[in-house]
């Protein structure tokens, strides 16, 4: 049905590693390319609604291409070509598991907060906002996977938050789910997961550190005086 699907890619996007945990887990062959978000290639900008990443190239057994966008919408095609595995048969329950996919957005949208704030103030205000929302996912976690012994679409968008909060902890200690008993054993089995480690190079942490510290905000001053 597809002869290729490319996905296009940055080293640190945690929307390109929910897509690629997403079509790892499935069994969905694809090729990754990484591109340079700082200099994006013009043949990029010329496919690219948004100018993000992950985009997904699909091409058809015709030679046939169509440009996807929106991790959301690449990791449920990822499931839909793969025979649905990672999202629930039922209507409702697929809706929820839905809405916590878009929860994991809006918590890193608050990460994203976080590195670029400015001072202590605003740090500490976004990292009260983070713990606040783990505090809301450890009520829903079944364990060991979110929705209990199958793997979703949601552990795949969480694995990616879950790495920002493993550099916060290990280099300033900043630990944001600290007394979260679920979000902890949750966070222990995606990270030893092979296909959520995989999503990333083996030099992420060190491109994250280097990320962070140029940002040459508040988290920059604290990775720098450690």
């Known amino acids: 049905m597809y002869q290729d699907l490319t996905l296009v890619s940055h080293h640190l996007c945690p929307y390109v590693q929910r897509a690629a945990i997403a079509a790892g887990k499935l069994g969905v062959p694809f090729t990754r ?3 340079d978000l700082a200099a994006k290639p013009d043949w990029f900008l010329a496919i690219s609604p948004t100018g993000k990443v992950p985009l997904l190239q699909v091409t058809n057994d ?3 291409r169509t440009v996807l966008f929106e991790s959301a919408a690449i990791a449920e095609f990822f499931n839909d070509i793969a025979g649905g595995g990672l999202l629930a048969s039922d209507a409702v329950a697929r809706a929820r598991q ?3 996919v878009e929860f994991a957005s809006g918590t890193l949208s608050e990460i994203a907060g976080l590195y670029s704030a400015p001072d202590v103030t605003a740090f500490e205000t976004k990292a009260r906002a983070i713990t606040a929302r783990l505090t809301q996912v450890e009520a829903q976690i079944a364990g060991p996977w979110f ?3 199958a793997f979703s679409l949601v552990d795949a968008a969480f694995g990616p938050v879950f790495r920002y ?3 916060f902890e290990q280099a300033i200690g900043l630990a944001l789910a600290a007394d979260l008993p679920r979000v902890a054993s949750w966070r222990e089995a995606l990270s030893a997961d092979p296909i959520v480690a995989g999503a990333v190079t083996a030099d992420y942490p060190q491109r994250l550190h280097a990320f962070m510290v140029a940002k040459g905000t508040e ?3 604290r990775l720098a005086a450690t």
Request: proline share 0%; aromatic share 6%.
């Open 33 to 35: 390319e990484t591109i």
């Open 147 to 149: 929705d209990g012994d």
């Open 98 to 100: 839905r809405a916590w």
């Open 219 to 221: 988290i920059s001053r």
């Open 165 to 167: 909060l493993d550099l």
């Open 62 to 64: 015709h030679g046939q």
